[in-house]
């Protein structure tokens, strides 16, 4: 079998000149009042980067000591600190997901245990197909690329006596209410540790911020070996902002967006004949078609950029990603999709019909 290629991620799908249907950052670029704040930010750039009002600021946020916080080189950054952070005996991760962990993990030496959802029981998670000897288990919640969203009672289920549970939340923060997040366990316990991004809420995939929250000694062991200035100025007056007052309230306009977004969306693909995963929960949804390679490289050259899904262990190339976007954007998008789908099942009927009339010349 042709090993899967964990370094795809949706960036590489846009292509200059495509419609950016592939990464889920939710705005095309950082909310005005934010932009400015990193301009002023440059003014200080001369020195060393200082975390300490990054990590205050979510510290206040999130009602937590500092001690409970570290900041990060983007979300992704958090998986190779992970990995470093003990011998792990036996590290699961839940699939499919954002492959950076397992790539992590391997990186470090580490033969990963995978647990596959299945489509069937349309992804969800049974703690008890999790083995005992788990000391290491990682899951995103809402997960990407399934846009599930796991209760926060069956995350707290995974969590026992010497195992590290990992829940990567970077689409938390718009997902809901939020009551699903483990956020406010992972502080009181030694057990639960959980990942937050400002990538997608803020428009900040190249500025590279992120953080965990998690007991104190937990938070230690693995800010053992990030590297000393791992945290730009920018990501510092990022996070700054992004915790705030400004930041939380642009935070709050994205989630109450995404649901519109969300909604038209899948109505939309569900009209246009495509099978969409039940309840997305994330700024994306996880489609099913049988020919979804085949309209994935049509797409791309109507102007399209689309999430091909066979990277993601446990999916193949019957599914792709697709991001919620504005209403307008997506019509434009099922406009085109009803298209590709109609000249590929023309293709496949004349296909069908050759196949006959070589088996039957007569
Ligand atoms: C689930 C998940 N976690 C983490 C990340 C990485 O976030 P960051 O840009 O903060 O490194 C991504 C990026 O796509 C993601 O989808």
Redesign the pocket.
């Known amino acids: 079998m042709t090993p899967i290629d964990l370094g795809h991620?949706?960036d590489s799908e846009v292509l200059p000149g495509l419609v950016d249907f592939a990464v889920?950052v939710a705005v095309p670029r950082p909310p005005a009042w934010l932009r400015q704040e990193l301009e002023n930010a440059l003014d200080d750039v001369a020195r060393y980067p200082n975390v300490t009002p990054a990590v205050d600021a979510l510290a206040q946020l999130h009602g937590c000591p500092a001690s409970s916080v570290l900041v990060t080189n983007?979300?992704?950054?958090a998986f190779t600190l992970i990995a470093r952070a003990r011998d792990w005996r036996k590290s699961l991760v839940v699939h499919p997901?954002?492959t950076?962990p397992e790539s992590a993990l391997q990186a470090n030496g580490y033969a990963v245990t995978r647990l596959i959802l299945r489509p069937e029981t349309d992804f969800v998670l049974d703690a008890a197909r999790v083995p005992d000897d788990a000391d290491l288990v990682i899951i995103?919640n809402p997960t990407?690329p399934t846009s599930r969203l796991h209760p926060r009672a069956t995350i707290l289920g995974l969590v026992r006596s010497g195992r590290l549970v990992v829940v990567?939340e970077?689409?938390m923060d718009v997902a809901g209410d939020g009551r699903d997040s483990v956020l406010d366990d992972a502080i009181r316990s030694q057990g639960l540790l959980v990942?937050r991004?400002?990538?997608k809420t803020f428009g900040l995939?190249g500025i590279?911020?992120?953080y965990l929250v998690a007991g104190s000694a937990v938070i230690a062991e693995c800010a053992l070996t990030q590297p000393r200035w791992s945290v730009n100025s920018l990501a510092v007056a990022a996070v700054v902002g992004c915790a705030g007052p400004r930041g939380q309230e642009h935070t709050r306009a994205v989630s109450h967006d995404l649901s519109f977004k969300l909604s038209h969306l899948v109505a939309r693909l569900t009209d246009a004949g495509l099978e969409v995963v039940r309840q997305p929960a994330g700024p994306f949804v996880l489609v099913h078609h049988r020919h979804a390679d085949l309209l994935r490289d049509g797409m791309r050259r109507r102007g399209f950029a689309l999430r091909r899904g066979d990277t993601f262990p446990g999916l193949g190339p019957s599914w792709l990603r697709i991001a919620a976007r504005e209403p307008a954007m997506t019509d434009a998008l099922v406009a085109a999709l009803a298209l590709e789908l109609a000249a590929i099942n023309q293709s496949s009927q004349q296909d069908l019909a050759l196949t006959h009339a070589t088996k039957d010349p007569g």
């Not at 983007?74 to 950054?77: L, N, Q, S, Y």
């Open positions: 991620h949706g889920n983007g979300a992704a950054e997901q954002f950076e995103g990407n990567d970077a689409f990942i991004s400002l990538t995939a590279r911020a992120g």
